[in-house]
């Protein structure tokens, strides 16, 4: 089945770090960028970064820089998405998308998982 599966969520307190992990299956990262999603109850997606073939990183929001950042092994054909000082405000459902450009719209985000849940919590 050819996506890309998240995992690494879970439920951390406020100041928390966490990696998310972002796979691909079936098909190769090395000439995808992959972006980094997420969604809270009740909100539209929301973009938060993304890293493109040569791991130049783009922010797609500025309410994450300097506390998240992204990296990519195309050995594993894995892409992370670090994320420290964690707040109550990035629990949301957490998606990775691949696409040709950083600079491409979400529409052209393609096989998209099924996400991981990251609960922000005292």
């Known amino acids: 089945q050819v996506q890309l599966v ?4 879970g439920v951390v307190q406020p100041g928390d770090s966490l ?11 090395d000439y995808y960028a992959v972006g980094w999603f997420r969604q809270a109850p009740g909100a539209e997606r929301e973009g938060i970064i993304c890293i493109n073939e ?5 922010y797609l929001t500025e309410s994450v820089e300097g ?9 594993r054909n894995t892409v992370y ?3 420290n000082s964690l707040n109550p405000a990035d629990t949301a459902l957490y998606s990775c998308g691949a696409v040709g450009y950083c600079s491409d719209p979400v529409e052209r985000y393609g096989y ?4 991981t849940q990251v609960t922000v919590s005292a």
């Open 67 to 75: 506390r998240f950042t992204a990296s990519r092994d195309n050995y």
């Open 81 to 83: 998405l670090q994320m």
């Open 19 to 29: 990696k998310l992990s972002c796979t691909a299956s079936g098909f190769t990262l």
């Open 6 to 9: 998240e995992s690494g969520g």
């Open 54 to 58: 040569r791991a130049e990183i783009k």
């Open 112 to 115: 998209w998982g099924q996400g």
